[in-house]
């Protein structure tokens, strides 16, 4: 396996060859990798609109454009890391238990190997598999979530497993610490509010878009610094992106979410609250990073934009942890 970084596409054309994340090897095994990217094609936690199942393989596909260098961060990551595509996990499509199983061994694997893992879904439900994994190697981490849902719900038609639930039962099974725990982005009516007893009971954070859009990024790039010190899981889901720059998320919440830059730049860094920028906020050991997919389906150019604002996350969680090595 060679881990030399993408290939050329000067010499092999982007649409040419077995897709693969960001035109990056693949590989099997971890070993001797920095990260190890994963696909985890699972949406069997969805409550409306499935489809992120196919997410993975529309990011591999909608990434060949992606060109590594950071003119912002001044990084190009695959001249410091070792990166390569380490496939699929292997779900269950009938049984979120046993996906959830599947998921904790295989970035468990990851981990074991030495790399860290980089994930892209799937629903928010396939989270509490991969804290799992997380937390057996480094203990409780801390968890800074962008989203425009709390998915600290109880449960779903009698099932305590689906993309509501990850981040109560990841703090329930004490993977996480939530008191070093800050939701940002969260938007939108709910169902009452007792959705949000479980977070005064627990001490988590929430900076709800409103507030972002008063205090701007800045403030929340401050309120990530208690963060320091301690290891950091990053989570982030497609629809804490505004709709009109996601609409192929499988649950659309409106109310002005994150905004998205120049499409020069794709996701821009100083307009969406430190997502892409979160480890130069709180400077602390970030463990790994996840990039969400929440139903690619529609047709045309909704499927087309929501992939490509994925592929270009990935790309800048990449490039996050490189600048993180290089400081």
């Known amino acids: ?28 095994s971890a070993k001797g990798l920095d990260v190890g990217l994963l696909g985890i094609p699972y949406d069997g936690g969805t409550s409306y609109r499935t489809g992120a199942r196919f997410g993975p393989r529309a990011v591999r596909e909608q990434s060949s454009l992606i060109r590594p260098w950071n003119p912002v961060l001044k990084v ?19 049984s979120i238990e046993r996906t959830l199983a599947a ?22 439900s396939v989270t509490l598999g991969i804290l799992r994994a997380v937390a057996r190697r480094h203990g ?7 989203d425009a849902h709390p998915d600290t719900w109880d449960e ?41 007893e479980f977070h005064d009971q627990h001490g988590i954070e929430v900076a709800r878009i409103e ?9 929340v790039a401050e309120r990530f610094a208690r963060l320091r010190g301690g290891p950091v899981y990053c989570s982030f889901d497609i629809d804490a992106v505004d709709p009109a720059y ?7 919440t409106s109310a002005c979410g994150v905004k998205i830059g120049p ?35 529609t047709p045309g150019h909704d499927f087309d934009l929501t992939r490509a604002l994925a592929a270009a996350l990935h790309l800048q969680g990449t490039q996050q942890i490189q600048w993180r090595f290089a400081h």
């Open 1 to 28: 396996m060679s881990t030399s970084g993408p290939r050329d596409a000067f010499v092999s054309p982007r649409f040419g060859q077995v897709a693969t994340f960001m035109l990056l090897p693949s590989a099997a």
């Open 76 to 94: 190009h990551p695959f001249e410091r890391l070792r990166v390569a595509d380490c496939g699929d996990v292997d779900v269950v499509p009938i």
């Open 103 to 124: 998921i904790d061994a295989r970035v468990s694997q990851v981990i074991a190997e030495g790399a860290m893992p980089v994930c892209v879904g799937g629903d928010h």
């Open 140 to 146: 409780r981490v801390g968890l800074v979530h962008f």
């Open 156 to 196: 779903y038609f009698g099932s305590k497993y689906f993309h509501g639930t990850p981040f109560r039962r990841a703090v329930e099974e004490n993977l996480i610490d939530p008191r070093r725990m800050i939701q940002v982005g969260i938007r939108g009516p709910l169902y009452g509010s007792e959705d949000f």
């Open 211 to 219: 507030t972002v859009k008063e205090q701007g990024t800045a403030w």
């Open 246 to 252: 996601a609409p192929a998320t499988g649950t659309k």
């Open 263 to 297: 499409a020069t730049e794709g996701v821009s860094h100083p307009r969406l609250p430190c997502g892409v920028r979160i480890t130069i906020a709180f400077k602390g050991r970030e463990v790994t990073t996840r990039v969400i997919d929440r139903g690619p389906t």
